[in-house]
Protein backbone atom coordinates (compact mmCIF):
# COMPACT_ATOMS: atom_id res chain seq x y z
CA UNK A 1 0.00 0.00 0.00
CA UNK A 2 1.48 3.58 -1.18
CA UNK A 3 1.57 6.59 0.92
CA UNK A 4 -1.14 8.87 0.93
CA UNK A 5 -0.93 12.15 -0.81
CA UNK A 6 -1.95 15.38 0.00
CA UNK A 7 -5.24 16.76 -1.54
CA UNK A 8 -4.59 20.26 -1.44
CA UNK A 9 -1.79 22.84 -0.77
CA UNK A 10 -3.60 24.29 2.10
CA UNK A 11 -3.34 20.35 3.65
CA UNK A 12 0.34 20.28 2.70
CA UNK A 13 0.88 23.45 4.91
CA UNK A 14 -0.75 22.54 8.11
CA UNK A 15 0.09 19.11 8.53
CA UNK A 16 3.82 17.32 6.80
CA UNK A 17 3.59 13.53 6.57
CA UNK A 18 5.41 10.94 5.00
CA UNK A 19 7.94 12.21 2.84
CA UNK A 20 6.92 15.51 3.01
CA UNK A 21 8.64 15.60 7.34
CA UNK A 22 11.96 17.33 7.24
CA UNK A 23 13.06 16.64 11.18
CA UNK A 24 16.05 13.80 10.49
CA UNK A 25 14.98 12.04 13.71
CA UNK A 26 11.01 11.73 15.10
CA UNK A 27 9.98 10.24 18.46
CA UNK A 28 7.85 7.93 16.85
CA UNK A 29 4.38 6.70 18.08
CA UNK A 30 2.59 3.71 17.06
CA UNK A 31 -0.95 3.60 15.51
CA UNK A 32 -2.36 2.36 19.10
CA UNK A 33 -0.19 4.55 20.89
CA UNK A 34 3.05 2.26 21.30
CA UNK A 35 6.08 4.63 21.95
CA UNK A 36 8.75 3.66 19.41
CA UNK A 37 11.19 6.24 20.81
CA UNK A 38 13.56 8.59 18.88
CA UNK A 39 13.75 6.89 15.30
CA UNK A 40 15.98 8.70 12.03
CA UNK A 41 13.29 9.61 9.99
CA UNK A 42 13.99 6.84 7.21
CA UNK A 43 13.44 4.26 10.04
CA UNK A 44 10.01 5.82 11.07
CA UNK A 45 9.20 6.26 7.29
CA UNK A 46 10.32 2.39 7.03
CA UNK A 47 8.27 1.14 9.82
CA UNK A 48 5.33 3.02 8.52
CA UNK A 49 5.22 1.49 5.20
CA UNK A 50 5.66 -2.00 7.29
CA UNK A 51 2.24 -1.60 9.03
CA UNK A 52 0.79 0.11 5.19
CA UNK A 53 0.31 3.55 7.31
CA UNK A 54 1.27 6.86 6.79
CA UNK A 55 4.03 8.71 9.22
CA UNK A 56 1.85 12.11 10.52
CA UNK A 57 3.64 14.58 12.54
CA UNK A 58 1.52 15.64 15.31
CA UNK A 59 4.05 17.94 17.01
CA UNK A 60 5.96 19.55 15.00
CA UNK A 61 7.44 22.22 17.18
CA UNK A 62 8.68 19.32 20.21
CA UNK A 63 12.36 18.78 19.93
CA UNK A 64 12.84 16.16 18.10
CA UNK A 65 9.25 16.34 16.05
CA UNK A 66 6.52 13.75 17.33
CA UNK A 67 4.76 12.16 14.61
CA UNK A 68 2.64 9.18 14.45
CA UNK A 69 2.22 6.00 12.45
CA UNK A 70 -1.37 5.98 11.91
CA UNK A 71 -4.04 6.02 8.86
CA UNK A 72 -4.07 9.53 6.98
CA UNK A 73 -7.94 9.31 6.44
CA UNK A 74 -8.63 8.18 9.92
CA UNK A 75 -6.30 10.49 11.29
CA UNK A 76 -7.80 13.93 9.56
CA UNK A 77 -11.61 12.42 10.09
CA UNK A 78 -10.34 12.41 13.77
CA UNK A 79 -9.07 15.58 13.73
CA UNK A 80 -11.88 17.60 12.43
CA UNK A 81 -14.14 15.66 15.42
CA UNK A 82 -12.09 17.29 17.78
CA UNK A 83 -12.30 20.74 15.64
CA UNK A 84 -15.85 20.21 15.82
CA UNK A 85 -16.04 19.61 19.81
CA UNK A 86 -13.60 22.97 20.65
CA UNK A 87 -15.69 24.97 18.33
CA UNK A 88 -19.33 23.84 19.65
CA UNK A 89 -17.35 24.51 23.32
CA UNK A 90 -16.03 28.15 22.62
CA UNK A 91 -19.42 29.25 21.83
CA UNK A 92 -18.90 33.26 21.97
CA UNK A 93 -20.89 35.01 24.87
CA UNK A 94 -21.90 38.66 24.76
CA UNK A 95 -23.46 40.68 26.99
CA UNK A 96 -27.00 41.28 26.46
CA UNK A 97 -29.19 44.06 27.81
CA UNK A 98 -32.79 44.62 29.21
CA UNK A 99 -34.75 47.47 30.55
CA UNK A 100 -37.11 47.41 32.98
CA UNK A 101 -39.83 50.62 34.42
CA UNK A 102 -41.15 50.71 37.52
CA UNK A 103 -44.92 50.92 35.77
CA UNK A 104 -43.94 48.00 33.42
CA UNK A 105 -47.28 44.74 33.15
CA UNK A 106 -46.87 41.48 35.36
CA UNK A 107 -47.17 40.58 31.74
CA UNK A 108 -44.68 42.45 30.33
CA UNK A 109 -42.08 41.60 33.28
CA UNK A 110 -42.47 38.00 32.69
CA UNK A 111 -42.05 38.39 28.91
CA UNK A 112 -38.76 39.83 29.57
CA UNK A 113 -37.86 37.44 32.19
CA UNK A 114 -38.32 34.36 29.84
CA UNK A 115 -36.15 35.99 27.21
CA UNK A 116 -32.99 36.59 30.15
CA UNK A 117 -34.05 33.25 30.77
CA UNK A 118 -33.26 32.21 27.58
CA UNK A 119 -29.84 34.45 27.44
CA UNK A 120 -28.65 32.57 29.95
CA UNK A 121 -29.14 29.08 29.17
CA UNK A 122 -27.33 30.49 25.85
CA UNK A 123 -24.18 31.14 28.43
CA UNK A 124 -24.49 35.02 27.62
CA UNK A 125 -24.13 37.46 30.59
CA UNK A 126 -27.78 39.86 30.83
CA UNK A 127 -27.05 43.63 32.77
CA UNK A 128 -30.67 44.64 33.25
CA UNK A 129 -31.44 48.19 33.96
CA UNK A 130 -33.94 49.82 36.35
CA UNK A 131 -34.67 52.87 33.91
CA UNK A 132 -35.82 55.77 36.39
CA UNK A 133 -37.10 58.71 35.05
CA UNK A 134 -38.42 62.30 36.46
CA UNK A 135 -39.22 61.92 40.65
CA UNK A 136 -38.40 58.52 40.42
CA UNK A 137 -34.90 59.20 40.10
CA UNK A 138 -34.72 60.51 43.45
CA UNK A 139 -36.21 57.95 45.24
CA UNK A 140 -34.75 56.26 48.22
CA UNK A 141 -32.48 53.54 46.91
CA UNK A 142 -32.90 50.87 49.25
CA UNK A 143 -36.71 51.20 47.87
CA UNK A 144 -35.66 51.08 43.99
CA UNK A 145 -33.58 48.03 44.62
CA UNK A 146 -36.35 45.66 45.96
CA UNK A 147 -38.37 46.90 43.07
CA UNK A 148 -35.10 45.54 40.69
CA UNK A 149 -35.13 42.04 43.32
CA UNK A 150 -38.45 41.83 42.97
CA UNK A 151 -37.93 41.62 38.62
CA UNK A 152 -34.60 39.44 39.19
CA UNK A 153 -36.97 36.76 41.38
CA UNK A 154 -39.03 36.10 38.17
CA UNK A 155 -36.36 35.14 36.10
CA UNK A 156 -36.96 31.10 35.20
CA UNK A 157 -33.49 30.38 35.28
CA UNK A 158 -30.63 29.80 38.16
CA UNK A 159 -27.93 32.74 37.77
CA UNK A 160 -25.29 34.47 39.54
CA UNK A 161 -24.67 38.14 40.25
CA UNK A 162 -21.85 38.71 38.02
CA UNK A 163 -21.92 42.79 39.32
CA UNK A 164 -24.22 44.13 42.14
CA UNK A 165 -27.21 46.35 42.17
CA UNK A 166 -25.64 49.74 42.01
CA UNK A 167 -27.01 53.17 40.37
CA UNK A 168 -26.05 53.89 36.84
CA UNK A 169 -27.28 56.46 34.03
CA UNK A 170 -30.34 55.34 33.65
CA UNK A 171 -31.45 54.79 36.99
CA UNK A 172 -30.19 50.95 39.16
CA UNK A 173 -28.44 47.98 36.92
CA UNK A 174 -27.61 44.50 37.82
CA UNK A 175 -25.06 42.05 35.88
CA UNK A 176 -26.12 38.33 36.17
CA UNK A 177 -24.66 35.15 34.88
CA UNK A 178 -25.91 31.88 34.41
CA UNK A 179 -25.04 29.24 37.57
CA UNK A 180 -24.76 25.83 35.78
CA UNK A 181 -24.32 24.53 39.58
CA UNK A 182 -27.94 25.25 40.70
CA UNK A 183 -30.82 23.72 39.12
CA UNK A 184 -33.28 26.14 37.06
CA UNK A 185 -36.13 27.10 39.65
CA UNK A 186 -39.38 25.01 38.72
CA UNK A 187 -42.37 27.19 38.04
CA UNK A 188 -41.23 30.50 39.76
CA UNK A 189 -44.35 31.83 40.81
CA UNK A 190 -43.72 36.08 40.33
CA UNK A 191 -45.46 38.13 43.38
CA UNK A 192 -48.25 40.61 42.54
CA UNK A 193 -47.13 43.99 41.27
CA UNK A 194 -47.72 46.82 43.64
CA UNK A 195 -48.11 49.95 41.09
CA UNK A 196 -46.34 52.81 42.27
CA UNK A 197 -48.47 55.37 44.01
CA UNK A 198 -48.19 58.43 41.38
CA UNK A 199 -48.55 61.83 43.43
Given amino acids: MGFTKYTTQAEKERVRMNDGIRAKEVRTLGPEGENFGILPIKEALDKARELGMDLIEVSPNAIPPVAKIADYGKYKYEQKKKDKEVKS ?10 QVKIGTSQNDMNIKAQKIGAWLREGHRVKIDLFLWGRYKYMEFNFLKERLERFLAIIPESYKIADEIKKSPKGLSVAIERDATKKAPQNRAPKPEEPLPVE
Fill in 89 to 98: KARVTETKEA
